[in-house]
Nanobody
């Protein structure tokens, strides 16, 4: 069984920074693609960034230049560095990792973590 645990969220002032972590555990063979999504109150969950196996990254316009996705394959962990945070970044953030495990390939989601940007 594979589990993803997110950490690093919380309350931050506008202009501040946070780093989210998404640590995977279980019978993992290897990571494939990974991504971060977020869902603000009353809105649909949206893809904000992804990282492919060839290390090509995608960022939605609203976070481009401020957020950075990265991974540490040795630790089975994905990170989201968030700089210059704005109130509109307030949302629940979810990691999603496509991976190969002992039972096959599948996509796994973190439990979600709250990020609140407010003065």
């Amino acid at each position: 069984q594979v589990q993803l645990v997110e950490s690093g969220g919380g309350l931050v002032q506008p202009g501040g920074s946070l780093t989210l972590s998404c640590a995977a555990s279980g019978r993992i063979v290897k990571f494939a693609a990974m991504a971060w999504y977020r869902q603000a109150p009353g809105k649909l969950r949206e893809l904000i960034t992804s990282l492919a196996t060839d290390n090509s990254a995608y960022y939605t316009d609203s976070v481009s230049g401020r957020f950075t996705i990265s991974r540490d394959t040795a630790k089975y962990t994905v990170y989201l560095q968030m700089n210059d945070l704005k109130p509109e970044d307030t949302a629940v953030y979810y990691c999603k990792i496509d991976m190969v495990t002992a039972v096959g390939a599948d996509a796994y989601w973190g439990q979600g973590i709250q990020v609140t940007v407010s003065s």
